[in-house]
Every structure is written in structure tokens, then in C-alpha cells.
């Protein structure tokens, strides 16, 4: 328990880490330099004003000093943080190397969400990240891991040109070729279909309620990057769940 308790921190320090990469990445600050501060109003923050979680419910979800609302994508970040720390760690999965993907992925979820936008400078450390680690951890079925990440590229990217981008990004491309290295076969087959149901209805439900349209963009990665956390978790039960239905 004492080690669950002790990752669950770390992921809500790495959580408020995130949250400020996801900012400065899109501000252009630089993300080791500049510190901390209220996007409204400047106001540089101090080490008690950075709490995770902690901060955000004290100050009322509002900067101390403009009183200016502060999202709740703050909070939000650094308690799921911490969950899928804890989710790693309870999975026994490789833990630098799993750590490391996953708060790569958050970025990604949450960059994408607000700006439908795959930033390449989490995409290809990502990328190199699992290809380096799929390297040194080879096995006879590496040729099917390599196989999985191009199948799946070669897909999207059919679809991008296909749709002269309008159905999928480029930056969606990268992403499936980054799951095919990181889940490798068969797992990459439960991320993709994860992601197309969960794409599919949160679409639908969203143009029943009137918030989009069926001309309206919605951005995938979210969805790609919650099928990628479904796989890692659960994708070899599902697998042997799914096979089992036919023997």
C-alpha cells in the first residue's frame, strides 16, 4: 500500500508537470526556464500555490492574486496522472519506460483536445522511446511489432489523403504508427477499435445534443490515445476473451 500511496504523488507531481508543458508548448515558453504563473494576469506563483490538487481547492479554483478562474484541466490532469501511475504500477508494467509513455500520452490527450494539434515534439520522443525500447527488448515477434506500426500508419494515412485531411490529421497518422511499436500485435487491434467505438459514440452523442454537427472536427487523438491506455491495461484479457468465443 505504502508504494501505491507514494506513485499516486509522484503522478500528481508529474500531473502539475504536465499541465505546464501542455501551456508553454502552445505560449512558446520555454518548459525548463520560465516559471510558473497566472495565464491571466502574470502573477509568478509560489511553491504553495503549486500544490496539486491542493492548491486548486483552496484558492477556489481562482488565482490569488487577479481572482481570474482557473481551468479545470489543472486538477483534472493531475488526479488522472496519478491514477494511471497507480494503474502501471498495480499491472506490473514496466515502470520508467511505461511512466514515461503515459505522461507523454496525457500531453498529447490534452493538446489535442484544446488544439487539434498532435505536437511533434511529444509525438517523435514517443516515438523513439518505444522504438529504442522495442530494440533492446526484442523477441521472435518484433517483426509483428514493426508489422503493427506500419499497418496501422499506412491505414490513417490512406484515410488523410483519402479525405484530404479532413477525416483524420497527420499528426493521427504518427500516433497510430507510435501505438503499432508500443502495443505491437495483436494489442494495436484492440486500441484502433477502442478508439473508432469511443470515437464513434461520443460523436454521436454530441450531435444529439446539439454540440457538433456532421460537418464539425472533432479531434481523435483523445480517442487513440484512451485506446492506447485500454490495450495497455486490458488488451491481452480482451484478446484471449475475444479468441475464446471461437474455440
Known sequence: MFYYALIFLFGL???SFLNAVIYRLDSGESIVKSRSHCPKCGHVLAWYE???IFSFVIQGGKCRECKGSISWQ????????????????YYNLPLLYTLT??????VIFVYDLK??????????PA?????IFVWQHATYNIQYTIYAA????????????ASRGKWMGFGDVKLAFFMGLFLGWPNILVGLFAAFMLGGIIGMGLIAYGKKTMKSQVPFGP?????TFIAMFLGDKITEWYLSLFI
Open 115 to 124: 488544439h487539434y494539434i498532435i505536437p511533434d515534439k511529444i509525438i517523435y
Open 150 to 161: 506500419i499497418g496501422a500508419s499506412v491505414f490513417f494515412a490512406a484515410m488523410f489523403f
Open 13 to 15: 507531481i508529474m500531473g
Open 74 to 89: 489543472y486538477p483534472m490532469v493531475e488526479l488522472a496522472t496519478a491514477i494511471l501511475f497507480v494503474l502501471v504500477l
Open 101 to 106: 509513455i503515459s505522461s507523454l500520452l496525457m
Open 223 to 227: 480517442f487513440l490515445v484512451t485506446g
Open 127 to 131: 516515438i523513439l522511446v518505444s522504438g
Open 50 to 52: 503549486l500544490v496539486p
